[in-house]
């Protein structure tokens, strides 16, 4: 079975930077999609970044483009999301997911879905002041 579990989280004032990391494990795809997802009180998860691993080419949300980077290690067994300038509207639990990629055609408009994804960690908190 896939497992992701986050780690990295917590709390640190607004400007400041944190590292989040995700360890997968028990995957068999050959063409997948990791991606970090964000959801605070009230509101619905949504996509942060995702990056297909075998392309290095990355994909943000508009509101963390040029702050959050999103990579994979050489072993592609570590997912990170490198976050920098944080804001207070940055706070949120953070979860990695992961799941076949979507074709070409979709990718635009399904790799920020929740339902694109069937892997999910338990997320970790982040908490920015």
């Known amino acids: 079975d896939v497992q992701l579990v986050e780690s990295g989280g917590g709390s640190v004032q607004a400007g400041g930077s944190l590292r989040l990391s995700c360890a997968v494990s028990g995957y068999t795809y050959s063409r997948y999609c990791m991606a970090w997802f964000r959801q605070s009180p009230g509101t619905e998860r949504e996509g942060v970044a995702v990056i297909e691993a075998a392309d290095p080419t990355a994909t943000y949300a508009d509101s963390v483009k040029g702050r959050f980077t999103i990579s994979l290690n050489d072993a592609k067994n570590t997912l990170y999301l490198q976050m920098s300038s944080l804001k207070p509207e940055d706070s949120a639990r953070y979860y990695c997911?992961?799941?076949?990629?979507?074709?070409?055609?979709?990718?635009?408009?399904?790799?920020?879905?929740?339902?694109?994804?069937?892997?999910w960690g338990r997320g970790t908190q982040v908490t920015v002041s």
């Open positions: 997911a992961m799941d076949w990629c979507p074709s070409a055609a979709d990718f635009g408009r399904k790799w920020y879905r929740r339902t694109t994804y069937g892997h």
